[in-house]
């Protein structure tokens, strides 16, 4: 029923015009990890011990959202944008699940929780279960391999063994 609902609503939709929701949800997403709860930054040097700058927090954040406004404009010229739009969800689910579980277990509110709960969650949700009938199943769970990978790669980068900047 649902996944009916979400393949409906992104069939009426371009995957172009939707694509555009992953950059804009981003940019909420980094204003709350930066302002909110004394920041991510602050939150990371706290409860993990890594210490990341608020200034590098925003270099690396930015960096992030321009990577994903190229990807997506590279995407629709080559005519990749369903395959993107995969990746980025399953990205942006991982990453707001990423926030509930460590507000869970640090039972804690973790800076992005709220942007994760009410934007990224259902847009990682419903870009999934809506682009999954649309695609073939062996690219489709490429994609969503792709994207779970990109947040491992994102969790090496701003822990301590695999910080690169």
């Known amino acids: 029923m649902i996944a009916k609902l979400f393949t409906r609503l ?12 992953f950059p804009v949800t981003y940019f909420f997403h980094i204003l709350e990890e930066y302002y ?3 920041g991510y930054s602050a939150y990371l040097l706290r409860l ?5 700058s608020p200034t590098r ?5 930015t960096m992030g959202l321009t990577l ?7 995407a629709r010229r080559l005519r990749f944008p369903n395959q993107l739009s995969v990746i980025l ?9 990423t926030h509930v579980i460590l507000s869970l277990v640090y039972a804690e509110y973790v800076p992005g ?3 994760s709960l009410f934007l990224w969650i ?3 949700l419903a870009t999934l279960v809506g682009l999954k009938p649309m695609m073939r199943q062996s690219r489709y769970w490429l994609c969503t391999t792709v994207g779970v990978g990109i947040n491992g790669i994102i969790e090496l980068i701003t822990s301590k063994s695999g910080r690169l900047f």
């Open 57 to 61: 927090f925003l270099l690396v954040q």
């Open 48 to 52: 993990r011990g890594i210490q990341l």
């Open 10 to 21: 992104l069939s009426r939709t371009s995957t172009a015009q939707w694509s555009l929701l």
């Open 113 to 115: 929780l709220i942007t």
């Open 89 to 97: 969800g399953a990205v942006t689910l991982v990453n707001g699940l």
């Open 68 to 74: 994903m406004i190229v990807g997506i404009i590279l």
């Open 36 to 38: 909110c709860g004394g």
């Open 122 to 124: 259902p847009l990682g």
